[in-house]
């Protein structure tokens, strides 16, 4: 099969691609969950207008709800991304290469962004120490620090952490397969 034919068959079944594995299908179902999230800040946003500028009784959690709800989804938007292979990619030289050399640049590719994404969790990690551990070592959330006081800076900064380390999985799991040549 050429790699035209590949990429007709991509864009004919969206989802994630074959090289992604099980973790790449089961990253592409849970995409729903966030896309449903943005819907939920736009049901939150449009609430806020009415109950604000029709009633004048705002809320007090509308807009950190929206906040968190959105970088949620961009947060998990990378990691989706990387599954179905539509990150942003720099196609000068890539696309001039015959399809056994975009092969093993593929896999070096993955192997390069395996270790940033390690490294990101890493320092995620290191965030989250300060963010979900009090110095004695209890374990407590970052709180907004607003008058409704949410524990989402904490929740979004675990969430990044689990992201960055599910992502660098996802990579190596990717060049294991661009290694082997599956499809």
């Known amino acids: 099969m050429s790699e035209a034919d590949?990429?007709?068959?991509?864009?004919?079944?969206?989802?994630?691609?074959?090289e992604a594995?099980?973790?790449?299908?089961?990253?592409?179902r849970v995409g729903l969950v966030f896309a449903i999230g943005i819907v939920v800040s736009m049901l939150v946003l449009i609430n806020e207008v009415v109950l604000r500028y029709v009633f004048?009784?705002?809320?007090?959690?509308a807009h950190?709800?929206?906040?968190f709800l959105c970088g949620a989804a961009f947060i998990y938007g990378g990691l989706y991304c990387a599954a179905r292979?539509?990150?942003?990619?720099?196609?000068?030289?890539?696309?001039?290469?015959?399809?056994?050399?975009?092969?093993?640049?593929?896999?070096v590719i993955s192997i390069i962004c395996a270790l940033a994404s390690g490294i990101f969790a890493w320092a995620?990690?290191?965030m989250v120490q300060r963010a979900a551990f009090r110095p004695d070592g209890s374990f407590r959330l970052d709180r907004s620090g607003s008058a409704w006081d949410p524990i989402y800076p904490g929740l979004i900064k675990v969430f990044l952490l689990c992201v960055l380390t599910i992502m660098a999985v996802q990579?190596?799991?990717?060049a294991y397969n661009y290694a082997r040549g599956r499809k």
């Not at 004048?56 to 959690?61: D, F, H, L, R």
């Not at 990579?171 to 990717?174: C, D, Q, R, S």
């Open 171 to 174: 990579f190596l799991v990717l």
């Open 85 to 107: 292979d539509k990150h942003i990619r720099v196609v000068l030289i890539y696309d001039s290469l015959p399809p056994s050399m975009r092969r093993i640049f593929d896999f």
């Open 6 to 18: 590949n990429s007709d068959k991509r864009e004919e079944n969206p989802g994630a691609i074959p």
């Open 64 to 67: 950190e709800t929206t906040i």
């Open 124 to 126: 995620a990690w290191l």
């Open 21 to 28: 594995g099980m973790l790449g299908k089961c990253i592409d």
């Open 56 to 61: 004048n009784a705002p809320t007090i959690w």
